[in-house]
């Protein structure tokens, strides 16, 4: 749970719909170009990506734990590098 914390006040935000529409547009991002995910990087990514497919993507603790795994599996520079990009 720290390491989300940490990574949400990087980020500034604070709403639910801030964060879910944060990850959903990291996401799409990333889905463009997966070349340089490391393949255990590329197998987390899947999972989020189906997740994320999903309707069941609603509430807060299906965005903690998608939050968890993009730490987890060190995806949170790529997808950092990708939004600065978008910005």
Excluded: C
């Excluded at 500034?12 to 070349?35: C, H, P, T, W, Y």
């Excluded at 990087?41 to 993009?70: C, G, N, R, Y």
């Amino acid at each position: 749970m720290i390491l989300i914390a940490r990574f949400l006040l990087y980020l500034g935000m604070n709403d639910f719909k801030v964060k879910k529409d944060f990850i959903l547009k990291a996401i799409e991002e990333v889905r463009k170009d997966q070349s340089q995910l490391l393949p255990e990087q590329l197998e987390t990514f899947k999972k989020l990506d189906e997740t994320a497919k999903k309707e069941s993507f609603q509430d807060i603790h299906q965005v903690s734990l998608m939050l968890m795994m993009i730490d987890l599996a060190k995806l949170k520079q790529y997808i950092i590098k990708k939004m600065e990009r978008v910005a």
